[in-house]
C-alpha cells in the first residue's frame, strides 16, 4: 500500500461513518503512545494509509442521534460555514441518516487509497480558511 503525505493548507477531508457507541469510535481514531513514548499511528491512520498528519488539526465527534441533513451533522466544526455547502454537494445521493461518527482533518487533502473500512468512509476534501 502507498503511503503519501497530504497536509496541505486550506484544505479539510472528511470521512463519515456509523459506530454503535461513542467508545468503539474514540478507540478507533484516539491518539496511542508505547511505554517508550513512541506514537502509534491510529486505526484510522492505517486503514487509509496516512503517513503524517498535524495531531492538532484534527476534528472528531460521535453523535448518539441520527441527523437528517448535512447541517446538521457538521454544524459546529471549525469552518461550518464554508464546508457545509461543499460536503453537502459531495454527499446529495447519500443518505445522511447512516451516519453517526465524523472526522475532519484539517489543513490535509486526502490523496490515497480508494478505500472503505467497515466503518468509515472517505467523503472528501473541500476548500476551507481558518
Sequence with gaps: ???RIMVKENKVSLWLGFYENADDFKNYI???YDEDGNYIPLNFQESYAIKSYDLDAIESDWISERCSDVESLLVGFSGDYEIIPQFKKMLEHKNIQNYNSIVLLYNF???GVDYVDEKLEYIGCADVTL
Design 1 to 3: 500500500m502507498e503511503i
Design 30 to 32: 484516539k491518539v496511542s
Design 109 to 111: 487533502e486526502y490523496t
